[in-house]
């Protein structure tokens, strides 16, 4: 398993993309599997903090229950024109609730960030990141790199 600093090292030009991508939006979808086995996508505001990619959710919230439940998750870029060329980045991922030992500083970090803070009890997940891509099309080619794996781009014509 990886932390944001972990895959940022081993993979800078992707990491790089992909939080360009998110950071283009300041949203994210989040991908989990439902107690009854169906998918869920729902879009979250996610930070980087002390080198771990976090999501901060409501207390009991349907996507939090999903995570304590089976943590493997998928973190898609928002995705607003049918071209493609601002491309995706997508982290595969397995959620786990913040050490308790940190949880506090998250939320004065969040704080900090956005001017909010929850009133009462709420979730916040660190990602243990598996793997991760991005694909993009220049219009003649599709274009992507993913980790792990070597770090280079692979192509294939668009339209194949």
């Not at 030009?13 to 991908?31: M, Y």
């Not at 998918?39 to 901060?56: H, K, L, S």
Request: one cysteine or more; glycine letters at 6%; hydrophobic letters at 40%.
């Amino acid at each position: 398993m990886s932390t944001w600093d972990d895959f940022a090292r081993a993979a800078p030009e992707l990491a790089h993309l992909a939080l360009e991508r998110f950071d283009s939006t300041d949203l994210t979808l989040l991908g989990t599997n439902r107690a009854d086995g169906w998918p869920r996508i729902t879009p979250v505001e996610f930070t980087i903090f002390d080198g771990d990619f976090v999501v901060g959710m409501m207390w009991q919230s349907k996507k939090a229950l999903d995570l304590l439940r089976d943590g493997r998750c998928v973190i898609h870029s928002t995705t607003s024109s049918k071209d493609g060329k601002q491309g995706d980045a997508k982290l595969y991922a397995v959620a786990r609730p913040i050490e308790p030992a940190r949880e506090e500083r998250y939320w004065q970090h969040i704080a900090e960030k956005l001017g909010w803070r929850p009133s009462g009890p709420a979730h916040a997940f660190v990602f243990d990141i598996q793997s991760a891509a991005f694909v993009r099309f220049t219009g003649e080619e599709m274009q992507w790199l993913t980790w792990p794996g070597p770090a280079e781009w692979k192509h294939r014509p668009s339209d194949a």
